[in-house]
């Protein structure tokens, strides 16, 4: 079964604190992508990488970096969390074959607070 | 540039009913693809359907249908005979060429009651 697996479910930092938010997926894809999901805003994109240390910023990149090493593993770096980051984080997976069928598959997501 | 947009932010259905729920899209890409997403409220995204924009056909996945209709840029996702556990946030996506982003509305909450 395809899976993809995100390091905490619940994480609560303080404001000036880095995080790390990891994703793992198993399923030997080439593009992940990391979101995040505030209410009455759908989901917007944060960054995304189609290769290993390949990234590209998506819609909201301001206050995040990336880091992908590995073809499996996408982490999501805040350098310096502020309240304003408290959301709930949606990492994902998809083949990169070029078609417009390529679905994602989804983390179970990490709801971060930020105090 | 590609947009989704939801104009229902909630919808209420009573059990064994049909639901529809909108979504229009607008995108200058020739070759897309549509997707819906159910999100419980335990939080992961679930993939339900999906529809190619040179697909002739609607989509059907079990009691999950896509009212494509490609002149009007809409995309509509019809439950037949709701169930309790349908209660959850919906979300349509589209997918175009280039970059592989999916682009995602703002949802609709779906509330099943008995």
């Known amino acids: 079964d395809v899976k993809v697996t995100q390091s905490s479910r619940y994480l609560v930092k303080r404001t000036g604190e880095k995080v790390f938010l990891e994703c793992v997926q198993d399923?030997?894809?080439?593009?992940m992508f990391w979101y995040r999901q505030d209410p009455g805003l759908g989901l917007r994109l944060i960054y995304f990488?189609?290769?290993?240390?390949?990234?590209e910023k998506g819609d909201i990149p301001e206050g995040y970096s990336v880091s992908r090493e590995k073809k499996e593993r996408f982490s999501l770096i805040l350098e310096s969390a502020s309240t304003n980051q408290t959301s709930m984080y949606l990492c994902a997976s998809s083949l990169s074959t070029g078609g417009v069928e390529n679905e994602q598959f989804f983390g179970p997501g990490t709801r971060l607070t930020v105090l | 540039a590609q947009k989704i947009t939801q104009t229902q932010p909630g919808m209420f259905v009573q059990e064994k009913e049909a639901v529809t729920l909108d979504c229009t899209y607008d995108t200058s890409d020739q070759s897309y693809g549509l997707f819906w997403y159910k999100q419980p409220s335990s939080g992961e995204m679930i993939f339900l359907i999906y529809q190619g924009s040179y697909d002739e056909q609607n989509a059907t996945e079990g009691r999950y249908s896509l009212n494509f209709q490609k002149a009007r840029k809409s995309a509509n996702l019809v439950i037949s005979a709701s169930q309790l556990g349908d209660s959850a946030m919906y979300f349509c996506?589209?997918?175009?060429?280039?970059?592989?982003?999916?682009?995602f509305g703002t949802g609709t909450r779906l509330l099943v009651s008995p």
């Open positions: 996506a589209v997918l175009g060429t280039g970059f592989q982003k999916l682009v």
């Open positions: 990488s189609y290769d290993v240390k390949m990234k």
């Open positions: 399923m030997d894809h080439e593009n």
